[in-house]
Structure formats: C-alpha cells, structure tokens
C-alpha cells in the first residue's frame, strides 16, 4: 500500500509529506483548496504525462516521491527485466519535472523510463476519478478477473481451469509437431534428392575417424622417402667419381704399392691402410643402396587423402566429422521416408489433443457462465443503495481463439438506464455514475486479482444522504482489504474514514499555497460539520456530525 506522499513545488504545493495507512484514508476541504493537485501530484508519480504547467511559479522544477510498503510479484518481474534491484520491502518511486517541460523518473533511487514508471504504477494504484487507469476498464482484465471471481466461490473452479490449461498445452505440443512435419514434407522432394546423393557419396567413400591422419602421416613418410632415395643417389655417384669407384681406386693403389722390391716393403703398414680404406669404401656404397618405393601406393595414399579432404571442405566440417554427418543424413532421409506415417500418427494424436482441450474448454465455459450470473447478481444487490437502481451489468462471454485460458473472452457491459443498449463500462458510464459503479463492482470483486491501493475522486457527485452513507460504506468495506484514498464532499463519506486528512488554502503576501494535515477528534468533528453546514459551524451541524462519525 502506499504509506508516503512527498510533494515539493506542484501547483499551490510548495513542500509537503503524508503519511497514510491501511484502511479508508479520506481527504476533505474547500473546493479550491487544491485536491485534485494531490491526485495530479501522485499520478505524476505513477508514470502519467508531464506538464510544465505543474511546476510551481517561480520554481525551477518539481518532484514527487511516492513510497509503497511492499512490492508485488508482478512488479518485481518488471523490474527484473529492466535491469532494476528489488525486493519484497519498501518501493519508492520519484518523478522530477523542470519548468521547461523536462523530466525523470527513478524506483528505487535507479533511473527509469516514464514507460516503466507506469506499468509499475498501474499494477500499484488503481485510480478512480479523471485520471482513470484502473485495470477493471482494460477489457484484457475481465476474463481474470471473473475466473478469480469464480474461484473464491467454489473451490472446484481452480482444477476445472488447471485442467483446461494442461490440455491446451498437451494439445499445442501436438499441433506444432504436426505444423513442422508439414512443412517438411513440403520441402521433402527438393532435399531426397539432396540427402539421397551426399548419403551415398559419404557412404562410398567410407570414411572412418582418424583416417585422414593415418593417411597424412603415411604420405608425408613416403614422400620423405622419395627425397632420401635422391640424396643417397647423389651420395653413391660421389663415392664413383667419373664412373670409377673410390674402393678401386684404393685398391689399385695398394696393389701397385707392393711392387716395390725391397724387402721387407718399407711401405707395408700404408699398404695394408689402404686396403683396409678400400674394403671401408666398399662396404659404405653398398650400405647406400635406396630403399625401393611402391609409387602406386603412394599415388592410391594421395587420392584416398585429397578425397576425403574434398568432402570435408564440401561440407564444412572437419574429416573426422563425415562419419557423424552421414549418419545425420541418413536419419533426415529416413525421417522423409517415414515422415508420411509420422505425420499420419501426429495428426491423430492432435485430434485426439484438441478434442481434450474442448472438453475441459466446454467445461471451464459453463463455469464462467454460472460465475458470471453470480457476479451479476451480486453487483445488481448493490446498486440500489448507490443510486443506480436502474443500471444493470452483464459479464458477456464470447468466443475467442484457443489458449490456456479456454475459448471464452469475457467483457464487463453496463447499461444505466433502462431501455438502452449495454455497452463496455467505459463508454456507458461517466463522472459519479462510474466511480460508484466501479466501486460496486470492486467490493463484491474484493480479494481478486488487482491493486492493493484504490483512489476514488468524484464518487460523491449528484449523491447525497442514504445514497452517501452507502458508498461510505462500501468505500470501507473495500479498504478493508488493502487501501483507499478518497477525495469527498460528503460528510457521510467522511464520516467512515479510519484517517482523515483536511486539505486547507492559505493566502499571505500574494502568494497562494495549499497544506495537508491529518485531524482527528474535535478536529475531525468540526471538518464534518463544516461539510454539512458551510463556513458556519452550527449546533445542529455538530450534532449530525457526531452520528455520521462511524470511527
């Protein structure tokens, strides 16, 4: 609920803070005092356009600050999505305007958008009066509303929309498998063709994991083969300069040395040397000999290998992955082939799905229509005593698409006057007759879906006397639930409040302003008495006063 109210240079406003509470907040004054700049001052707060024109005379800007006590789920989901800290405590939201027409907003001391400001303003505040925001005049709400409606009155009501909810979403799963089956069997033709001629190119090539390294590896030993062999080539053509071996030409050399004649050979030890050299150069040239290379094998090695690297780079994936991509394929082929009776088998299963869906649909149907006979039987028992006696009001059901909420839309019409036609609240009703309406409406929807904290301004217009009495009444019989600001000329309104606050103008040195303050006791006697009888308090006034003070 809104607990604080901080204003500072609106309109006649220069500087004020309100403390309210639970229950019926009323505010009473003089007309001119300045209520409605309260309201401005708060709907400025919960996101409602900026207006220069707010900012008071002389003064730069303005601002409002309005703090909650708690802070709803739905709330917090917003605030979530923007980006904005939150809990379940204290929410404060604060609005700034600047003479020349700018502003900003903040929650929770964090800059926010106008935009944000009034989604969480509206789920807050439900405002009754010129600013109407109030989410009972959305027709989206009412089909929640009457569901929530139904529920406090027959416990059953929750399983019959639980049901429904589970069948439409058992039912949607189906109808989407069925939708993509469909659209890929119409693109079935142009990929079989696709799919058949890559699964049986993959298949052929036969590709395995680990096989394009195996065979990268065993060309790249090959071809170093190749190289080694030249080289060796160029080594052994070395050890035979001008086609005459080294080792025999040592050797000739040894053997001529041993025709020396004296004996013993001087040179012996060199002879044996070089024969020893000799036998040395024979045996490298031979232990130079070239391996043999298997050149086809080497060629098949090459086909093999740039075969499989030109799949992969057809593909667009690694070669070890041509093994998980023909098995893909294979599947989607086999999934077009069989796609027919899939389709044939899904088709079933969401007929029978929808089928479902519609039963419990059918089911949660009759439900609203005996809720909302209910609702209107309750509403018209109200109407009397608020001076609406001749209105009536229908909860008008009709078909919508299928969701989880069932196949029904549900719309709140009036009529205020007997022979016209009903139409949707907002455009049937105006001024006193709506604030009372939706007043009627709020109480004996009291305790469903919507804010905690209800505003009320023009309730009391054309109303007087019993009339009166009863709206206070009623006004306090919601507050009871959460909490209301209402703004009354109506003593018997006044007379209901659990707090009461008197809005008061004074005028000094030219310049106007405009005060709150909470009253109490005498104080708040004599504010009713003033309501009854004018600027002159009488005993007579103060008498009645007393009766119509309920608290």
């Not at 020349?100 to 405002?127: F, H, P, Q, Y």
């Not at 002879?271 to 391996?291: F, N, V």
């Not at 507050?479 to 606050?501: E, M, P």
Request: proline share 2%; charged share 25%; glycine share 8%.
């Amino acid at each position: 609920m809104l607990t604080r109210l901080s204003i500072s240079n609106i309109v006649l406003i220069e500087r004020l803070n309100l403390d309210f509470g639970a229950g019926l907040n009323i505010l009473t004054g003089e007309t001119g005092a300045g209520k409605s700049i309260l309201l401005d001052a708060l709907a400025l707060a919960l996101g409602a356009r900026g207006d220069a024109g707010l900012v008071r005379g002389g003064k730069d800007s303005a601002s409002v600050t309005a703090e909650f006590d708690t802070t709803p789920a739905a709330v917090r989901e917003i605030l979530t999505d923007v980006g904005i800290e939150c809990d379940d405590d204290m929410l404060v939201l604060r609005r700034t305007i600047s003479a020349d027409g700018k502003g900003r907003a903040w929650i929770n001391d964090c800059a926010a958008s106008v935009k944000t400001l009034k989604a969480v303003g509206d789920i807050l505040v439900e405002i009754h009066g010129q600013f109407a925001n109030h989410a009972l005049l959305d027709g989206t709400t009412h089909r929640g509303a009457l569901d929530e409606f139904a529920a406090r009155n027959d416990s059953g009501f929750y399983e019959i929309a639980a049901a429904t909810r589970r069948a439409y979403g058992e039912y949607n799963a189906a109808r989407k498998r069925m939708n993509e089956l469909t659209e890929m069997l119409a693109r079935a033709a142009s990929e079989r063709d696709f799919l058949e001629h890559n699964v049986a190119e993959l298949e052929a090539l036969g590709v395995v994991v680990g096989e394009e390294e195996e065979l990268a590896t065993r060309r790249s030993a090959m071809m170093n083969a190749e190289k080694d062999t030249a080289v060796l080539n160029d080594a052994v053509a070395a050890l035979a300069p001008r086609g005459n071996s080294l080792d025999a030409t040592v050797y000739s050399v040894a053997h001529i040395l041993e025709h020396i004649k004296t004996s013993p050979n001087p040179y012996q030890e060199q002879i044996d040397k070089l024969y020893d050299i000799a036998q040395t150069l024979s045996d490298i040239a031979g232990s130079l000999a070239p391996a043999d290379i298997d050149t086809a094998d080497l060629e098949s090695i090459e086909e093999r290998l740039f075969a499989i690297r030109a799949a992969a780079r057809k593909h667009r994936i690694p070669a070890d992955e041509l093994p998980e991509k023909l098995a893909t394929m294979a599947h989607q082929l086999a999934t077009i082939d069989n796609s027919d009776a899939e389709l044939k088998k899904v088709t079933l299963e969401m007929s029978k799905k929808r089928a479902e869906f519609e039963r419990h649909a059918a089911t949660l149907h009759q439900a609203r229509i005996m809720a909302a006979d209910v609702l209107r039987k309750s509403i018209l028992a109200e109407l009397p005593d608020l001076k609406l006696g001749h209105a009536d009001f229908v909860a008008e059901i009709s078909n919508a698409p299928a969701c989880g909420a069932g196949t029904d839309n549900v719309t709140f019409m009036i009529k205020t006057n007997p022979g016209m036609p009903f139409g949707p609240i907002h455009k049937t009703a105006s001024g006193g007759e709506l604030a009372r309406f939706m007043l009627a409406l709020r109480v004996v929807l009291a305790g469903t879906q919507g804010a905690q904290t209800f505003i009320f301004d023009e309730i009391d217009t054309g109303i007087s006397g019993a009339t009166a009495s009863a709206v206070g009444a009623r006004l306090g019989r919601l507050a009871a639930a959460g909490q209301a600001l209402v703004i009354t000329h109506s003593a018997q309104v006044a007379g209901y409040a659990d707090r009461h606050f008197k809005i008061s103008k004074q005028v000094s040195n030219d310049v106007t302003t405009t005060s709150v303050c909470e009253i109490t006791a005498a104080e708040r006697l004599n504010e009713i008495a003033r309501i009854i009888s004018g600027a002159e308090i009488t005993p007579e006034s103060l008498a009645t006063a007393k009766t119509l003070m309920k608290k």
